[in-house]
């Protein structure tokens, strides 16, 4: 079963723009990771931020958790056409070693 | 350093045949895992490994599903007959484990292969 759901489903923006998307998850969490797949390759790890962390930076990527409300946003500024990729969250849960992946959302970034 | 290696690529084959599917992680990461992520999806565990021993095949469909992970180091899945609906990517990962002494938590950063995409017709 799939704990997050990222929002919106997809997203397309013009070059230079920022990219928002966000992602719930039911259950509380021990971290929440952020996760890139270009288009029939792996995924890529991103950012992680831990439970009693609000807001994170990694380069043009800035993470936000809210452990009140169950969900964290991804933003990316100054977006490129190569950020043009499948953005999944993942948790893992309080007392769990597992990590549960989102939907994902899929950025579309047009030069 | 290399990345997660995994082959074949592709395969395609039909149903109630077997398939194996082949993972060599980063050096030195004990825990291993295998992924199945179906189109539109994202990855869902199948299995996870420290070092040479399944800690969690909960979600292994085991009539005909299986995996090993000699050694500790190489990994193997295997499907035994194939069905339609088991087309999907294979996905492995590894990650090497560090507790974070101030908080005591658990940080897991995992490393993806590029996967292994298997058609069933």
């Known amino acids: 079963s799939q704990q997050g759901e990222e929002d919106p489903q997809a997203l397309s923006i013009q070059e230079g723009e920022n990219a928002t998307m966000n992602c719930s998850y039911k259950?509380?969490?021990?971290?929440l990771q952020w996760y890139r797949q270009n288009s029939g390759r792996g995924l890529v790890h991103l950012i992680l931020i831990r439970s009693n962390e609000r807001e994170k930076h990694s380069g043009r990527l800035r993470v936000t958790l809210d452990t009140s409300k169950k969900s964290s946003s991804l933003l990316i500024t100054a977006s490129r056409a190569a950020d043009t990729a499948s953005y999944f969250c993942a948790t893992r849960g309080a007392g769990s070693y597992q990590l549960t992946f989102g939907k994902g959302t899929k950025l579309s970034v047009i030069p | 350093e290399a990345g997660v290696v995994q082959s074949p690529r592709y395969k395609i084959i039909e149903k109630k045949q077997p398939v194996a599917f082949w993972c060599n992680p980063i050096?030195?990461?004990?825990?291993l895992y295998w992924y199945r992520q179906n189109l539109g999806q994202g990855p869902e565990l199948l299995i996870r490994?420290?070092?040479?021993?399944?800690?969690?095949d909960s979600q292994l469909p085991k009539d005909r599903f299986s995996a090993e992970r000699l050694k500790g180091v190489d990994s193997t899945l295997k499907i035994q007959p194939a069905e339609l609906g088991d087309s999907a990517v294979y996905l492995c990962?590894?990650?090497?484990?560090?507790?974070?002494?101030?908080?005591?938590?658990?940080?897991?950063?995992?490393?993806f292969g590029p996967g292994t995409r298997l058609t069933v017709t």
């Open positions: 259950t509380s969490i021990n971290n």
């Open positions: 490994y420290e070092n040479e021993e399944a800690v969690d």
């Open positions: 990962a590894s990650s090497s484990y560090l507790r974070d002494r101030g908080t005591q938590t658990l940080l897991d950063e995992q490393y």
């Open positions: 050096s030195g990461h004990n825990t």
